[in-house]
């Protein structure tokens, strides 16, 4: 197992390598820069006040050398200063770390909370009323985009009912309410379905219908056996929902104004703020290989019949 995570560990290295170049490549190739974007909306500025600006960020040396210079600095433990705030990249990135694991909990709480049960309930209730009922308002759920559920809940919530904030006033569970809800209406829709779908699979299995010959009570089999082998399927699910939420949901953060990696992540793309999209991209590798091995680790867990690629002696 050590030398698994070891293993995995060491790949993030290239995974990282990768992904940084690409994403600088692709910034450099998208036609402006964060100077164009800076003057852009202050009339005509002398050429060079532009070159000079330019010059002192950088901006006029090759791509080869930015690159090396970004990632000597990333090394060392330097992510460089924003081109837009002037203030220091990594210290306004981990600014906005609080608010996104407010929401990336409280939206995985309630998902879970949500989902798992009816998912269960669905599949005790096979092609009864219960579950076309459930899978249903789960079908309608996963149809509605995010931003038309985040207009419909400030609608109620708080222009009619006035009970929460229309957008967020500070990293606060009050104004976290609308987003979570938001969040995670859509992803219960979506996992009700897969959870169901994984254990009713279980139930049709032959050590079910075995137990329910000994005699054995449904609900026992059902809390001690049928989840524990569905579990695989959640966690899987469960742990693609806490990378992408961890990354920030960009269109939710923005519309709620909460201040989050995600909306960072997009006022960086708007301004054409190199660097503080470097550290996104950097942050967003490492989250989803860190995941990914901890989803590895918990399979392992689980399922004793899983050896995470090492050969049994």
């Known amino acids: 197992m050590k030398k698994y995570i070891g293993k995995r560990l060491l790949q993030l290295i290239p995974v990282l390598l990768g992904i940084t170049f690409l ?17 852009g909306d202050k009339g005509a500025v002398a050429q060079e006040i532009i070159d000079a600006k330019r010059a002192e960020l950088g901006l006029d040396r090759p791509f080869l050398v930015q690159y090396g210079a970004w990632l000597k600095g990333l090394l ?13 990249v990594f210290d306004t990135f981990v600014s906005k770390l609080p608010a996104t694991l407010l929401l990336t909990v409280l939206s995985i709480v309630a998902t879970v909370v ?20 459930l899978r249903f308002f789960s079908f309608v759920g996963n149809s509605l985009p995010n931003f038309f559920v985040a207009l419909l809940l400030m609608q109620l919530f708080s222009i009619r009912w006035k009970l929460l904030p229309v957008i967020s006033n500070g990293t606060t569970v009050q104004s976290a309410i609308l987003p979570t809800l938001t969040l995670a209406i859509a992803m219960s829709a979506k996992y009700m379905r897969q959870v169901r779908a994984t254990v009713l699979e279980e139930l049709n299995k032959d050590y079910v219908l075995g137990a329910k010959a000994r005699g054995v009570r449904g609900s026992v089999t059902l809390w001690r056996s049928v989840l524990k082998s569905s579990m695989l399927t959640i966690i899987t699910l469960l742990a693609l929902s806490i990378g992408s939420l961890l990354g920030g949901t960009a269109i939710i953060e923005s519309i709620f104004m909460w201040d989050g990696v995600g909306k960072l992540a997009v006022d960086s793309i708007t ?7 470097q550290a996104y991209v950097v942050w967003m590798a490492i989250i989803y290989v860190m995941v990914n ?21």
């Open 271 to 277: 301004m054409r703020d190199y660097p503080m999209i």
């Open 293 to 313: 091995l901890i989803t590895d680790i918990l399979y392992h867990v689980l399922d004793p019949r899983i050896r995470l690629g090492v050969q049994e002696g």
């Open 76 to 88: 060392t433990g330097d992510m460089g200063i924003s081109y837009v705030s002037g203030k220091n």
């Open 23 to 39: 994403s600088f490549a692709m910034m450099r190739a998208a036609g402006s820069d964060a100077i164009i974007e800076l003057y």
């Open 114 to 133: 949500i989902s798992i049960p009816l998912g269960i309930w669905a599949a005790v209730k096979h092609d009864r009323f219960t579950d076309y009922f």
